[in-house]
């Protein structure tokens, strides 16, 4: 019996280089899963600086009121800040996820101090964070006095 090194040389190639083509295939599936992965982590985080920045205005909002405040306490020049501060972030991480109407609302009012809070509570709704009937006082059975 004559051995034919050609063909066992070509069986040879042909084994390894299906091999080669299913560890490509395995690496490649890999790849696209921890991609997927990733995007929907950093969807994730960014969702939550977003959170994050309306739940820090809107507290930084109600305690900068005096009704909110302790006893006669006066708004000071740090608080004030907190409160200018976290207004932009929200402004900001809103344009960063594509609110653009509501970033442009909530700016204007930040900037004119006019209707912060009726601004907090649409972006409250458009985040879905906020129920749509919270904003609109709806009591039943009560009427106002004249």
């Known amino acids: 019996m004559i051995i034919d090194w050609t063909k066992i040389s070509a069986i040879a190639t042909v084994v390894y280089g299906g091999g080669t083509l299913l560890l490509v295939i395995q690496i490649w599936r ?11 982590t950093e969807d994730n985080r960014k969702l939550n600086d977003l959170r994050t920045a309306f739940y ?15 006893g006669d306490s006066l708004l000071d020049a740090a ?22 109407k509501e970033a442009n609302d909530l700016g204007f009012a930040t900037r004119t101090l ?5 601004q907090l509570d649409q972006i409250g709704v458009a985040l879905e964070l906020f129920n749509p009937q919270y904003s609109k006082p709806s009591a039943v059975g009560f009427k106002q006095s004249t």
């Open 30 to 40: 890999d790849r696209v899963q921890r991609d997927k992965h990733f995007r929907e």
């Open 56 to 70: 820090d205005a809107v507290g930084n909002w109600e305690g900068h009121k005096p009704e909110n405040r302790s």
């Open 79 to 100: 608080h004030a800040s907190r409160v200018w501060e976290s207004l932009t972030r929200l402004e900001c991480q809103l344009r960063l996820n594509g609110y653009k």
């Open 114 to 118: 006019e209707e912060v809070e009726k």
